[in-house]
């Protein structure tokens, strides 16, 4: 295993809101090649199992459920209050399934990445799976980009296809797209602490070049940084 001197990791905060296999794939990764110093996993429901995943990672948890009486500004100023202690340099969204207000983007510009179940720019917002498939799409996956004001709009960073296969529900083609996610997104992230990718001027640069459209990989293909 690769062991990196703790000033050399890059401090994250991760966000969730339920099952959190994203956010264990990250924690499997980053045990397997540390390059991330996870400072809290913080929850908006507090009934996450990804909770309990963080907690077996020794990693402080947070849940930051909404009130009925809360506003969107108003959460996220609270949401920020948690986070900016941690001084993080890199916000991870995996499954947390809030909208963020424009000035909580701004104010971590640059340092929040997502991970959406479609190939964007198709499919934005929920139940990706079930409207591919009543499209009658023949290949789905997933992406990982910048957040930006514009939900699910960010510029993207790679994406992954995924087969649509014959007899598919939107449970056994979510499962897939998630086995694929499970790769992509550990691969980004790293590629991102390790400097390899950042956003700037509005757009993803990858090893110091301007990235003209995102990385597409192939249902097997690895992300090579
Ligand atoms: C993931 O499939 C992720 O792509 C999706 O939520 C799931 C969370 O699963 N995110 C979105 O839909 C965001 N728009 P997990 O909690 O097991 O990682």
């Not at 296999?21 to 908006?44: C, G, H, K, M, T």
């Not at 009925?68 to 100023?77: E, F, L």
């Not at 963020?100 to 640059?110: D, I, N, P, R, Y």
């Not at 296969?165 to 991102?192: C, M, W």
């Amino acid at each position: 295993m690769h062991v990196a001197a703790a000033d050399s990791l890059l401090p994250a905060v991760v966000l969730i809101s339920g099952e959190g296999s994203n956010l264990q794939a990250i924690l499997d990764a980053n045990l397997r090649e540390p390059v991330l110093d996870l400072r809290a996993v913080i929850s908006s429901r507090v009934n996450a199992h990804g909770l309990a995943r963080a907690r077996a990672a020794g990693i402080p948890v947070h849940a930051l459920p909404a009130t009925p009486d809360m506003t969107r500004t108003q959460y996220d100023a609270e949401l920020a209050a948690l986070i900016v202690p941690l001084q993080p340099a890199l916000l991870i969204l995996a499954g947390f399934m809030r909208i963020l207000s424009a000035e909580f983007v701004a104010q971590f510009h640059g340092r929040l990445l997502n991970i959406h179940p479609s190939l964007l720019p198709k499919y934005p917002g929920l139940d990706t799976h079930r409207r591919a498939l009543n499209a009658g799409e023949t290949e789905h996956g997933c992406s990982v980009h910048f957040v930006t004001a514009a939900v699910d709009g960010g510029p993207v960073i790679a994406q992954a296809r995924v087969p649509v296969l014959p007899g598919d529900s939107p449970q056994k083609l979510g499962a897939r797209v998630q086995t694929r996610e499970h790769r992509l997104y550990p691969q980004i992230v790293n590629a991102f602490a390790r400097g390899r990718v950042k956003l700037e001027n509005d757009r993803v640069w990858w090893n110091g070049q301007p990235l003209l459209k995102p990385r597409v990989l192939a249902w097997n293909e690895d992300l090579i940084t």
